[in-house]
């Protein structure tokens, strides 16, 4: 089973180049939109997908949207912008779909870090931001979907990380899991993790995100799934 890993060279707009390692994103063009959809779209069998995106370069106005889109959706736009498609907005923080924007999250810019989990279970999408967090931004969540960036202005740059480096988030609730079978696969992971490394424990965890949100930060980076476990990508 193929699993996104990298930037489709032959699935882009002509205003964009890819760097060597496929992964970074830069918009070459005359303020032209561009986007790019990523090598493999996500696996029908994977119930969880998660990846994040670093901004390197803002651009003006933070013309970036980060989403996920099919295969027809036409690259020459913005995700979100036209039907089969759909972006969270740099600018502004709406999510976008062809139906238009809704109020969402905050905007972000040069050195933050969106992330973006297509939750299968529960048909549900949620955005992170620099770690945390924003909730969910779309639901009825269905059929075949790539990853995907639009870069508007020219000197837009972006990297993905698809699971190869580690997370700034880490999934770790059951809010997140989505029901409560996701939910104990996490655990069963968890507990691998614990058991080779023995820093934390479950509880310790456990405990730390019921008093509150500030204190599991501090757990991020401890865990994620691309230790060789889940590579965030739960398969049931």
């Known amino acids: 089973m193929d699993l996104p890993t990298a930037w489709n060279l032959d699935d882009k707009s002509t205003y964009l180049n890819v760097d060597s390692s496929g992964l970074g994103v830069n918009n070459e063009g005359l303020d032209f939109p561009g986007a790019i959809r990523a090598n493999y779209p996500i696996p029908l069998q994977c119930k969880l997908s998660y ?7 803002e651009g003006t106005n933070s013309a ?6 099919e295969k027809s959706f036409n690259n020459g736009k913005l995700p979100g912008s036209y039907g ?18 809704n109020q969402y999250g905050p905007s ?11 939750n299968f279970k529960n048909n549900t999408v949620f955005y992170t931001k620099n ?23 020219q000197g ?11 997370f700034k988030y880490a999934a770790t609730t059951s809010n997140d899991m989505g029901d409560e079978l996701l939910k104990n696969k996490f ?27 500030d204190n599991a930060l501090k757990f991020r980076g401890k865990f994620n799934f691309t230790m060789g476990i889940m590579k965030m990508q739960l398969l049931i």
């Open 84 to 101: 089969g498609s759909w972006g969270y907005y740099g600018f502004n923080g709406l999510f976008y779909c062809s139906d238009g924007g």
């Open 187 to 213: 655990i069963d992971a968890f507990n691998m993790y614990i058991n080779t490394t023995n820093i934390y424990t479950l509880e310790d965890l456990e405990y730390s995100l019921k008093i509150k949100q």
């Open 131 to 153: 770690g945390i967090n924003l909730g969910i931004a779309f639901r009825n969540l269905k059929g075949t979907l790539y990853p995907c960036v639009g870069l508007l202005w």
């Open 108 to 118: 972000f810019s040069t050195g933050d870090t969106i992330g973006c989990c297509l």
């Open 51 to 57: 990846f994040e995106v670093d901004i390197i370069n």
């Open 156 to 166: 837009t740059a972006i990297e993905v990380n698809f699971g190869i480096r580690k």
């Open 64 to 69: 970036i949207m980060i989403g996920f889109c």
